[in-house]
């Protein structure tokens, strides 16, 4: 399958944990890697691998997968958080790249 | 650090071919084992993964665009390019190309990731 599944949007109160979930049978086999992206910029690499950050990114922002889903967790989520989100991977066969469609999170 | 910085035009006639050009500066295309990518995202809409070409040249498409892609690279310039053919309305899009790394764990899981990413390019496609 090549086909990652987000949730359309996500709200959190400001100083709350959220979790944002993204479902595809490849990632049985493929840790996902996260995307912060606000208006009018590029993406931004925020978890890869099994959970790392970039330089950079704040340790409230964390990985974790189990069987066929990968979740991003902000833990004390601030009003900067607020973007959007995207989780990639490839695909099982390992020749194609697949983003999911994105999840809207607002801060309130 | 490596930095990537698209270029080409910014409007594109229908039926015509879109071709952009992404600048590596900061590091070597040929160093390490990357993949170099293009990405396009619609006004309003999600990220959509075009294509990526290793640093040997062998090259990957999205298969619902591989009829009308393709992807080189140009090592002594430090570059690598984006062609899309016959393009139509639908192809408008701000376009980033971006550096893969692929990493398989001794877990037996895979990674991949984009990163860096340039900045960006619109390209919009009407008469």
């Known amino acids: 399958s090549s086909e990652l599944t987000q949730d359309p949007a996500v709200s959190v109160a400001l100083g709350q944990t959220v979790r944002i979930t993204c479902q595809g049978d490849?990632?049985?086999?493929?840790?996902a890697s996260w995307y912060q992206q606000k208006p009018g910029q590029a993406p931004v690499l925020v978890i890869y691998?099994?959970?790392n950050r970039p330089s950079g990114i704040p340790d409230r922002f964390s990985g974790s997968s189990s069987g066929n889903t990968a979740s991003l967790t902000i833990t004390g989520a601030q009003a900067e958080d607020e973007a959007d989100y995207y989780c990639n991977s490839r695909d099982s066969s390992g020749n194609h790249g697949v983003f999911g469609g994105g999840t809207k999170l607002t801060v309130l | 650090q490596v930095q990537l910085q698209e270029s080409g035009p910014g409007l594109v006639k229908p039926s015509q071919t879109l071709s952009l050009t992404c600048t590596v500066s900061g590091g070597s295309i040929s160093s390490g084992s990357y993949y170099w990518s293009w990405i396009r995202q619609p006004a309003g809409k999600g990220l959509e993964w075009i294509g990526r070409i290793y640093t040997s040249g062998s090259t990957n498409y999205n298969p619902s665009l591989k009829s009308r892609v393709t992807i080189s690279v140009d090592t002594s310039k430090n570059q690598f390019s984006l062609k899309l053919s016959s393009v139509t309305a639908a192809d408008t899009a701000v376009y980033y190309c971006?550096?893969?790394?692929?990493?398989?764990?001794?877990?037996?899981?895979?990674?991949?990731?984009?990163?860096?990413w340039g900045q960006g390019t619109l390209v919009t496609v009407s008469s």
């Open positions: 691998g099994k959970n």
């Open positions: 490849s990632l049985r086999s493929y840790y």
């Open positions: 971006a550096r893969e790394y692929l990493y398989y764990d001794s877990s037996g899981y895979y990674s991949n990731w984009f990163d860096p």
